[in-house]
């Protein structure tokens, strides 16, 4: 018990005189230059969200993103709207190949099991119904706008 009690009692003795060492590092001449560039890496954290604000007003750049036909399960999922003549990215994470094809003509994609491809949204604004012509019971909506 006794040598217990003369740890516990040591422990915080000991964290004062670390915290102490630690503050007297930073008072000598070496660890400035350390604490100073920890200081400068320290605004790079801000830069990045100013960065991060910087693409946000960016509409074409978030437009990109979400351009995304994606293919799992044998389902579509689809933006929610693309803009007339963005660049579609279809994602197949089937073992499958898929099409995603226009029921009234004007796009039809063949997309490999696993595989990427890409394709160009009408240039009209519309509602365009598709079908993976292999899977008839593949069906979904891509609303251009």
Same mark, same amino acid.
């Given at each position: ?17 670390? /915290? ?15 604490? =100073? ?5 320290? +605004?790079?954290? !801000?830069?990045?969200?100013? !960065? %991060?604000?910087?693409? !946000? +007003?960016? =509409?074409? /750049? ?12 044998? &389902?579509? %999922? ?12 279809? &994602?197949?994470?089937? !073992?499958?190949? *898929? ?10 994609? %063949?997309?490999? +099991?696993?595989?990427? /491809?890409?394709? %160009? ?13 292999? *899977? ?8 251009? &706008?």
């Amino acid at each position: 018990m006794t040598r217990k009690i003369t740890l516990i009692a040591l422990v915080p003795v000991l964290a004062l005189g670390l /915290a102490a060492c630690g503050s007297s590092n930073s008072d000598s001449a070496s660890s400035p230059s350390t604490s =100073s560039t920890s200081m400068s890496s320290m +605004p790079m954290p !801000s830069e990045t969200p100013s !960065s %991060k604000a910087a693409e !946000s +007003p960016s =509409s074409s /750049a978030s437009d990109a993103a979400s351009a995304v036909i994606t293919i799992t399960d044998f &389902k579509f %999922k689809v933006p929610a709207s693309v803009a007339p003549g963005a660049t579609i990215t279809i &994602k197949n994470g089937d !073992s499958q190949a *898929h099409t995603v094809t226009s029921k009234s003509g004007g796009f039809d994609v %063949k997309i490999d +099991p696993n595989g990427t /491809a890409t394709m %160009k949204a009408p240039d009209k604004a519309g509602s365009f119904d598709f079908v993976c012509t292999f *899977h008839a019971d593949m069906s979904s909506t891509l609303v251009v &706008k």
